[in-house]
């Protein structure tokens, strides 16, 4: 539907708000030349893909157009932008530890490279400077927002090292593991620039769902069919979910991750059009066509 050649795609239109991204991340971990200094500023290479700030400044200037301004960021907004990839890091340098792993980002990991009580200490002062970050853009509401993120992604973590759960319970305890680890810091992102721009709640609220729906259908792709075939069909779910029972573990997975997409565009369609709004719409169109 939305496949005019002529729209920039999503990557290119965020390019312009992304180009001193890392950059600036490097200045907020101002630590003198130590080691320290080197391990924090090891992964703000430019490899990594930096979807959250990119939704983040696509999802900032959609809603500031929607509140009759013009598209351009505001401060807090870009910081936002920057908060959110700090955040995300610090937590995969944590996670590379608890999983013992030795790549991330195509390089050997910091707890590979300096031990994981370095790398440890490393993603500490990656959120320490996030949060620090956050407090100077002075909306108590926003660092609530963000620091929710922090909790859930823990409680995520945490979720995944071990459950007790019973057959029925098992898928519920996926997704609301998925959106911990991975979409309430897009949802909660999104929804932080849309209170930045003193956005009415409605408007809140759909770039939290938008932010959320995305981060699910994001994760779906890397669920295992096999988890998939293990739920029960007992307990209670609707017509949608039946479906999605009685079809095989890759349907399902398909299915469900199409659902979550479909949501997000209905979503952000409610906001007035924009080049950035297109560009969202498009992005969760690339997640439904990408090759699996
Ligand atoms: C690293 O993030 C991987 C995870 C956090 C696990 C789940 C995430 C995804 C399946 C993709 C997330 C999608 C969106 C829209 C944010 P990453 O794949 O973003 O890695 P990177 O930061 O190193 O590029
Ligand atoms: C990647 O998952 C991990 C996460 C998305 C979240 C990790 C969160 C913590 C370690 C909690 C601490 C949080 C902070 C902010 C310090 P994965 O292992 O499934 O993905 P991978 O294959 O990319 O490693
Ligand atoms: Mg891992
Ligand atoms: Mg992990």
């Given at each position: ?83 959110s990839e ?29 031990g994981e ?129 009685e079809s ?45």
């Amino acid at each position: 539907i939305h496949s005019d050649a002529k729209l920039k795609d999503p990557f290119t239109l965020a390019q312009k708000d992304l180009n001193h991204l890392y950059d600036d991340i490097k200045k907020e971990l101002f630590v003198s030349k130590s080691e320290l200094k080197s391990l924090c500023d090891y992964y703000f290479d430019g490899k990594g893909k930096a979807f959250r700030p990119m939704i983040v400044v696509l999802m900032a200037r959609a809603c500031n157009i929607h509140s009759n301004r013009d598209g351009d960021l505001l401060p807090g907004q870009r910081s936002i932008a920057m908060i959110s990839e700090m955040i995300h890091t610090a937590s995969l340098v944590h996670d590379d530890v608890i999983d013992g792993s030795d790549k991330r980002r195509g390089k050997t990991t910091i707890n590979e490279v300096w031990g994981e009580r370095k790398a440890i200490l490393a993603g500490d002062f990656i959120l320490s400077a996030a949060s620090m970050a956050l407090a100077r853009i002075g909306n108590n509401t926003v660092v609530s927002v963000l620091s929710q993120v922090i909790e859930d992604l823990v409680r995520g973590e945490f979720m995944q090292l071990g459950s007790k759960e019973n057959e029925s319970e098992r898928f519920k305890h996926y997704l609301e593991k998925s959106f911990k680890k991975t979409a309430s810091l897009i949802a909660n992102s999104c929804k932080a620039v849309s209170i930045l721009v003193n956005s009415d709640p409605e408007v809140q609220e759909i770039a939290f769902q938008y932010g959320r729906n995305v981060g699910i259908a994001f994760q779906f792709p890397e669920l295992h069919a096999m988890i998939m075939r293990r739920f029960s069909t007992t307990g209670d779910v609707d017509r949608a979910w039946q479906y999605v029972l009685e079809s095989d573990g890759v349907d399902q997975t398909n299915y469900l991750a199409q659902s979550y997409c479909r949501e997000a565009i209905r979503q952000i369609s409610l906001l007035r059009p924009s080049p950035e709004r297109d560009a969202l719409i498009r992005l969760t169109e690339m997640v439904l066509t990408r090759d699996k």
